[in-house]
């Protein structure tokens, strides 16, 4: 069984999520969570929070056990360009683009196979 968690239109890049989520990728929930909390980068609050919502939901799941839940994939993908215009020199304006990103974080029990 898996329990999932979805964060859309953050406003951060994707490439900032993803390199805070190879770090916790494919570790219990617990050892996830205080790696997170020490971690000096915006995205680590969020996929701290993300990660929260997803150990939730699977508590409401019945026959799931959260205490031996894993952090199984964290995927990070593009979400809409804010487009704004910013000032140059000489009169003239420039665009900048401030990315979004979709994020789903899936959590699930280890099998035991033996």
Not at 12 to 17: A, G, H, M, T
Not at 22 to 33: H, I, N, S
Not at 51 to 68: F, T
Request: aromatic share 2%; with cysteine.
């Amino acid at each position: 069984m898996e329990a999932r968690a979805q964060a859309r239109y953050m406003r951060i890049s994707p490439l900032k999520v993803m390199k805070v989520s190879a770090a916790v990728k494919g570790k219990p929930v617990e050892a996830a969570l205080s790696l997170l909390k020490f971690m000096p980068q915006k995205a680590a609050k969020h996929l701290e929070k993300l990660i929260r919502s997803a150990v939730a939901n699977a508590d409401r799941k019945p026959g799931m056990d959260v205490d031996r839940l894993v952090v199984s994939t964290i995927r990070a993908d593009d979400g809409p360009m804010l487009k704004r215009w910013g000032t140059k020199a000489r009169g003239r304006g420039t665009r900048i683009l401030k990315p979004t990103c979709h994020v789903t974080v899936v959590l699930s029990e280890p099998s035991t196979e033996e």
